[in-house]
């Protein structure tokens, strides 16, 4: 905990935008709810405009609201900052990096990337956050994460984008997979194995759907999970799974499996993004972890996607 740098209403103020609701706020506050509705009055009285639209749902902010909203998470975020590092001339921790991701890259590529990171930076302490796509951004919105990634479709107001990079949807299956030796999977081909598929709000899931719409192809999935790291021990001979690079860049390392881009420009499209708050500066600890993660995806990213197995009576090269 840390002394707050904010009046008392926009300190109940930034509690309702988060909750959405005055109760929820009131229970964080500790105070009553009726309390925490004239703080809120008082500072719509006195800065002449409603902060938030009242309806069944809860307490929605205005356009003002948003704008107020973000400028104190950026304040606030600022001062945990500028805490840490009386702190740290105190004697006492010595910064921290707050990340979130999707569940895909948690368990081989943040693993490496948060070791690595801590090997230049042993004082430093990380939090990791994993969850959904759109929880990954909701955190960053929040300022309960510095840094987030994720892989994106479509740009994402709020937040800025620290580094992007091309991020195809790929077909994973094991080296003896009929279509392993191809350059590019064609969708037409890929429908008629089993398919190894994300949850509907997984991006790699979305733009399947929409590239087999447009083609007229249907598809049954064979397992369906926003775990990846439960389907992969499950891929069969016949089996292919829509995955991203970074998520089995191990296996194909260690040879387990192979990866191919589709050859519709609809799965090509997908971009990873690292994302922060936008108008917020990054501490130099949390700059120091991007320019890492960054390197990292960039060393990935040239990688090969793995070798098929050779063909009965023909020798590997």
């Known amino acids: ?56 749902q809860g307490m929605v902010l205005t356009a003002a609201g948003q704008r107020l909203a973000g400028h104190l998470r950026n304040t606030l975020l600022d001062a945990d900052h500028v805490l840490d590092e009386v702190r740290s001339l105190g004697g006492q921790a010595a910064g921290r990096v707050r990340v979130c991701c999707t569940e895909g890259f948690a368990s081989g590529f943040m693993q490496a990337l948060m070791r690595d990171f801590q090997q230049a930076h042993p004082a430093a302490g990380i939090e990791l956050y994993v969850g959904a796509p759109e929880e990954v951004s909701q955190r960053l919105l929040r300022g309960e994460s510095d840094i987030g990634l994720k892989y994106v479709v479509a740009p994402e107001a709020g937040l800025r984008v620290e580094h992007t990079a091309s991020a195809p949807v790929l077909a994973v299956m094991l080296p003896t997979h009929p279509l392993a030796r191809a350059r590019q999977v064609e969708l037409a081909r890929a429908v008629r194995f089993p398919l190894l598929v994300g949850s509907p709000g997984v991006t790699a899931r979305q733009l399947l759907d929409l590239a087999c719409s447009a083609q007229g192809l249907q598809y049954r999935p064979l397992f369906v999970s926003n775990f990846s790291a439960v389907m992969l021990p499950l891929l069969r001979e016949h089996d292919i799974m829509l995955s991203g ?56 990213g040239r990688r090969k996607l793995g070798r098929a197995a050779p063909r009965r009576g023909v020798a590997s090269c």
Do not use: C
């Not at 309702?16 to 009726?34: D, I, Y």
């Not at 500072?43 to 902060?51: A, M, R, S």
């Open 245 to 300: 690079q970074l998520t089995v860049s191990s296996l194909i390392d260690a040879g387990t499996v192979v990866a191919r881009p589709f050859a519709e420009p609809m799965l090509q499209q997908r971009r990873l993004q690292a994302l922060s708050l936008e108008g917020r500066t990054l501490p130099p600890l949390v700059q120091d972890f991007v320019r890492q993660m960054v390197d990292a995806i960039g060393a990935q």
């Open 1 to 56: 905990m840390h002394p707050s740098l904010l009046s008392i209403p926009m300190r109940y103020f930034i509690e309702v935008a988060q909750a959405g609701s005055v109760n929820q706020a009131a229970a964080r506050l500790f105070v009553a709810a009726s309390a925490v509705s004239r703080q809120i009055a008082k500072l719509e009285d006195g800065l002449g405009t409603p902060l938030f639209e009242r309806n069944r």
